[in-house]
């Protein structure tokens, strides 16, 4: 068994052995052959029983879209709500319930179009919520119009002639938005997204977790370039804490800082030692994070960091909420109802 | 000098001035000093949406309006028989409120030419004998304040800002009130600032000595206390009651206190208020906006909390989805709208009951909602406990449709006890509750109630009961994933059910007519109860019989509701919209109904309301 995460210090210990089955619900799994949300699912189900906890306590809660049916095939307590709102409601339930872990599960539409605004708002607030963000780059759903990060141009049913939306990147937007765990990781490397749901559960506050994930019907081999044994490795930059970022299916790439204070990627073989970067996902300043982001090209995906942006420790909202409880019972007793209502000017009539 | 001292059986005071005058603090000072001496009261605060518009101007007009007497008081007063205008603008805007022959209490100070220009007065009102029809006591207020504060260091600026505290203690005076209720006011307020609590102090012994010595005033005025109900009582506005209400009902029924909410008027003092009381577990999460307010609040019902947010119209429209959302996942909510002058942004600090049908409708598909209203600033305390009882043991969102106008008014209530409110049981499923055939025992999350037809509320953490729900149909039962047209068919139904058999705990509509000898029932639904009340009095003191009711659960309406208006030969339904509960009246009981509407972002007056109800019960 685990040590116990952090940030599942309040929720109740499993006296029983799990394994991924006990997380398997009864329920026929309705996804399109061949979607990489299959292979997500295997791997949550995989890591549940790492966390330690007592299913009961586990709640996974989703918005609209395909991967917000993940609820169903979990075999916890599940929401499956209206569309962009998962993050809300999550919110009001992890406030409620510290002794919950408490998990959302959105898409690219729910999560950066639609809810776009509660997403942004649970990072700064940094209640204890870990989020899945499954990107495909795509409505599948709808079948099959562009999202807010599909490709400038792309062709889709709602943009015959090519989309003139620019997208944004998930993880750029969560840092800005005072975000204090971003990673990213892709649906078909489980020791990898492992790895990050492990980093995540021991965060305490929001997590946001992109995970690269197929729709093979509506954009298939979106992320083909990360997952190609022949480009992967020379395309995706693999973050580790306190490591020098050198990457390459020949270990002969690397990111460095450049005169102008920005990143920028180079030939291991051109560069001095002192010149690459060493990775600091415990950065107080958001800007080395925010830099790692933009080394991607959004089109070829050539330089794509995968892996712990960012991990910073700041109080939670409901931690800080509970305090505020407990200093006011600590200073006045558990309220009293009466001497609520009978107020300070009171009167008698007889 | 003695003065003659005149008792009268209820008068009604306006006070008018600049927003920044601190007019509303004036009027709830006098009202609860007049609370405290046993009067019965009502009041009605009447003022702009803008924070400060420009001093002097008519935008910028705050008034406060104030009806008590030595008997039960239903409204502030169609008229006021007082009008205290501290300035060119207050009086222009409020002088059509005072009734011919009232008095005119007027600050003198402020009626130089510019500020008469500014407001478009060509001649000085005071001097040109448009004021004649009323008793005017010209009253130089901000050059007395500021010659009785002359011993403090201060700016003659900082000196002015106490002359609503010199108009207090003079009208405090003339209607025999103590001042020490507003000395211990003081007290609290200014502890900190030694001079400013000493010059506010020293304007209000001011006022009051110039109310016993001025030739202004050759009379001076008694209320006796009004009879009633013997007990403990606390003047209280409507969105206070309504706070209290939500907390006595987390109380009772065992289930911590979530308000999710976004600041709207005139909703916010909900939140204000509830955000101090965390010594009562009391969370609240000031979302970023109206959907993520009632999703937050949503989630903490789905924890097990007593999920509730507060808003307004605007508010109401963005949370729709939600709403639908509960009604889906049939978990308790209480959705608090505290209803303003619409559409749009509309009149954000004007009264109204334009949201009736949205409570009822605002919805894709088919999703019930149960409505309940309060009738009066205090009775919102009432309303909160039903709602939540409601809510709870139906496992269903719940409107209490609250307006500008309870909110913000206030009267006194007689305190209740903790121990004398309803207990209110939540139920938490605790185990399995089905058995299949094959012996297995499960917990299937939508099985029901057979009585209520509600179903088990299983929060997370309990082990056997973990289960998925959601916004697309469910099968009846298991809850599972359902696409079968008559499995929906049944659901629709179904919930609709659960919602119509809540009448079945509702006390049956009231009906208030003394003679028994009415023809004519009047029928109104929250905050007109004062206005048609009163109309009803009146008439009936001229020998018209009148019938009235007030409808406080607006969905499932009380199950007596067709019986009551079929036995009259008129029914009016007076409304401050164009006709919706007329509307639904109409439609559920085939009953020609008769709407007075008014939609003015003013409470209706007593006046209007008898002339209306005279005109349909003499015709025909």
Known sequence: MAETFASLSLVPKTDVPQSAKDFKTDQEVRWCPGCGDYAILAAVQGFMPELGVKRENIVFVSGIGCSSRFPYYMNTYGVHSIHGRAPAIASGLALS??????????????????????????????????????????????????????????????????????????????????????????????????????????????????????????????????????????????????????????????????ADGSLGVANVANVSADQIVTHDAHATDPSFAFALTRLSHPETLQDTPIGVFRDVKRATYEAQMREQITVAQAAAGAGDLDALLQGKDTWEVR | MSKEVVELDHVSIRFAGDSGDGMQLTGDQFTSTTAGLGNDLTTFPDFPAEIRAPAGTLPGVSAFQLNFGDHDILTPGDFADVLVAMNPAALKANLKELRK????????????????????????????????????????????????????????????????????????????????????????????????????????????????????????????????????????????????????????????LFLGSYPITPASDILHELSKHKGFGVRTFQAEDEIAAIGAALGASYAGMLGITTTSGPGV????????????????????????????????????????????????????????????????????????????TYRTPVFLLSDGYVANG?????????????????????????????????????????????????????????????????????????????NHDFMVRTRQAKVDGI???????????????????????????????????????????????????????????????????????????????????????????IGFNQVRGLPFKTQELMDAIKEVASHG
């Open chain 1, 97 to 258: 319930r510290p002794d919950l872990s408490v998990w959302v599960v959105t898409g690219d539409g729910d999560a950066l179009s639609i809810g776009g605004n509660h997403l942004i708002h649970a990072l700064r607030r940094n209640v204890n919520l870990k989020i899945l963000l499954f990107n495909n780059r795509i409505y599948g759903l709808t079948k099959g119009q562009f999202s807010p990060t599909s490709e400038a141009g792309k062709i889709t049913k709602s943009s015959p002639v090519g989309s003139v939306d620019y997208p944004f990147n998930p993880l750029s937007v969560a840092l800005g938005a005072e975000a204090t765990f971003v990673a990213r990781t892709i649906d078909s490397d489980r020791q990898h997204l492992q790895s990050v749901l492990r980093a995540a559960a021991e965060h305490e506050g929001t997590a946001l977790i992109e995970i690269y994930q197929n729709c093979d019907i509506f954009n298939d081999n979106a992320w083909e370039p990360m997952k190609n044994p022949e480009t992967r490795d020379d395309i995706t930059i693999r973050l580790n804490h306190g490591e020098k970022i050198i990457f390459g299916a020949n270990n002969d790439r690397c990111v460095i800082r450049k």
């Open chain 2, 101 to 256: 022959g009232g008095d005119l209490l007027v600050n003198t100070d402020e009626f130089g030419s510019r500020a008469l220009t500014k407001v478009g007065y060509d001649s000085n009102p005071l001097e040109d004998g448009s004021l004649d029809g009323y008793n005017v006591h010209p009253i130089a207020l901000t050059s007395m304040t500021v010659e009785a504060l002359k011993e403090f260091d201060m700016t003659k600026k900082d000196a002015e800002r106490a002359k609503n505290m010199f108009a207090l203690g003079m009208l405090l005076w003339l209607f025999s009130r103590p001042l020490e209720p507003t000395i211990k006011f003081l007290d609290a307020k200014f502890g900190k600032k030694p001079t400013i609590l000493a010059a506010n102090k020293k304007a209000l012994q001011a006022g009051w000595s110039f109310g016993e010595t001025t030739e202004s005033f050759s009379t001076q005025f008694v209320v006796k206390p009004a009879s009633m109900p013997a007990g403990t009582y606390r003047n209280i506005h409507g969105n206070l009651a309504t706070a209290y209400g939500l907390i006595a009902a987390s109380k009772r029924s065992g289930l911590p």
């Open chain 2, 317 to 392: 429209a963005l949370k729709s989805e939600t709403i639908g959302l509960a009604v889906a996942l049939e978990l308790p909510l209480i959705i608090i709208d505290v209803q303003r002058g619409g559409p749009s942004t509309g009149l954000p600090t004007k009264t109204e009951q334009a949201d009736l049908l949205q409570a009822m409708f605002g919805r894709n598909g088919e999703a019930p909602v149960p409505i309940v209203a309060p009738q009066s600033p205090a009775d919102c305390f009432n309303a909160a406990i039903e709602a939540a009882r409601i809510a709870i």
């Open chain 2, 410 to 486: 206030a009267e006194p209530w007689l305190i209740p006890t903790e121990d004398s409110l309803p207990v209110i049981e939540p139920k938490f499923a605790t185990g399995p509750n089905h058995i299949l055939e094959d012996g297995t025992e499960v917990f299937w999350p939508f099985k029901r109630d057979p009585e209520t037809l509600a179903r088990p509320w299983a929060i997370p953490g309990v082990a056997g009961l973990e289960h998925r729900i959601g916004g697309i149909e469910k099968q009846d039962g298991t809850g599972n994933i359902s696409y079968d047209p008559a």
């Open chain 2, 503 to 593: 009448a079945k705990t509702v006390a049956p509509l009231l009906v208030d007519d003394p003679s028994g000898a009415a023809k004519t029932l009047v029928i109104g639904w929250g905050s007109t109860y004062g206005p048609i009340q009163d109309a009803c009095r009146n008439l009936r003191d001229e020998g018209i019989q009148v019938a009235h009711a007030q409808v406080r659960h607006l969905n499932p309406f009380p199950s007596n509701m067709g019986d009551v208006i079929k036995s009259y030969d008129k029914v009016i339904v007076p409304e401050m919209n164009l006709g919706q509960l007329n509307m639904l009246l109409r439609a559920k009981y085939l009953v020609d109904t």
